[in-house]
């Protein structure tokens, strides 16, 4: 069988999909991790491959500074999964999946159906990395090539997702690199594709776009030399909460002190406007 080479992106929005690896690959090295993604480290050796030294040392120190909260926030993901299936949704949809390997690394059931929905620049470097190494997903796990800003949903329906049964609908630092329109564009989207008893979770946080990492994070993305693109954008007393509702969601809002407190591994306390809204399709 022919390999074909992987692509890394070196810039591009992509490239946050290799930090957040790079994350992942340290948090796997550690003796009290908060989770096993072996994967990751794979990820993590291709891609240094096609990046100058001098920008692989930069991706490195800024997944440095974001490090603390971002691991923590894929073991919550982890749990928000399990969570998720032991309520009886039978579809998981990744928006803006990433270099995520859930669908191989949680054993989960082989009924469930994984859609891990991405831009066709990250699955030209996922894809390939995947198939040179031994492990096969647990459940069903489908590539959805898509731009979250185009008709997603006509590619997510004809690969297969059933919008009769309940679904869990993922972003994991994904919508935030959309603008506002957009990112509500999405979330209509997936209310109507939601049966009852589908979830979501918006994340309500703050940060600020002209701190050092985020500059930097821009840098990276835009390849230095362009035109910088907008940093994430989130606000904590947006009125996401209450048109969640409007729209046909139940919402209880999680804050991330509560959520972080059986953690094994301390964390510093944040705003207790600050964590997760969780919403349930009525
Ligand atoms: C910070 S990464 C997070 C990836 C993954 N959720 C994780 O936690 O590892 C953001 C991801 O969103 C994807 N993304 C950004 N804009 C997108 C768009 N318009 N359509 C599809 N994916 C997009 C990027 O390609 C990237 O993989």
């Given at each position: 069988m022919t390999e074909t080479a992987a692509r890394v992106p070196?810039?591009?929005?992509?490239v946050t999909a290799i930090g957040v690896a790079i994350i992942r690959a340290r948090e796997s090295e550690r003796d009290d991790r908060l989770y096993d993604d072996p994967q990751a480290k794979d990820f993590v050796a291709a891609a240094r491959k096609g990046f100058d030294p001098e920008r692989w040392a930069r991706m490195e120190a800024l997944a440095d500074q974001f490090y603390d909260g971002r691991t923590i926030g894929v073991r919550l993901v982890d749990e928000r999964f399990r969570e998720a299936i032991e309520a009886g949704c039978g579809q998981i949809v990744l928006l803006g999946a990433g270099l995520d390997t859930r669908a191989y690394r949680l054993d989960l059931p082989p009924t469930l159906h994984v859609y891990e929905i991405d831009l066709p620049e990250l699955f030209a470097f996922k894809e390939p990395v995947l198939a040179a190494t031994a492990a096969t997903p647990t459940c069903h796990r489908h590539v959805v090539i898509a731009d979250l800003r185009e008709n997603w949903r006509k590619t997510l329906l004809d690969i297969g997702f059933d919008p009769t049964v309940p679904t869990c609908w993922v972003d994991e630092g994904s919508l935030g690199y959309l603008n506002q329109d957009w990112n509500r564009q999405v979330v209509l989207t997936l209310t109507e594709l939601s049966a009852p008893a589908s979830r979501f979770g918006a994340g309500r946080m703050t940060i600020d776009p002209e701190s050092p990492r985020y500059r930097e994070l821009r840098r990276l993305v835009s390849g230095d030399d362009t035109p910088q693109p907008p940093a994430p954008t989130h606000t904590p007393d947006s009125d996401i909460e209450h048109w969640l509702n409007t729209i046909g969601w139940t919402t209880e809002f999680r804050s991330w002190n509560d959520m972080t407190a059986h953690l094994p591994r301390p964390t510093t306390p944040l705003d207790p406007r600050i964590g997760t809204i969780a919403a349930i399709r009525r």
């Open positions: 070196v810039d591009g929005v992509a």
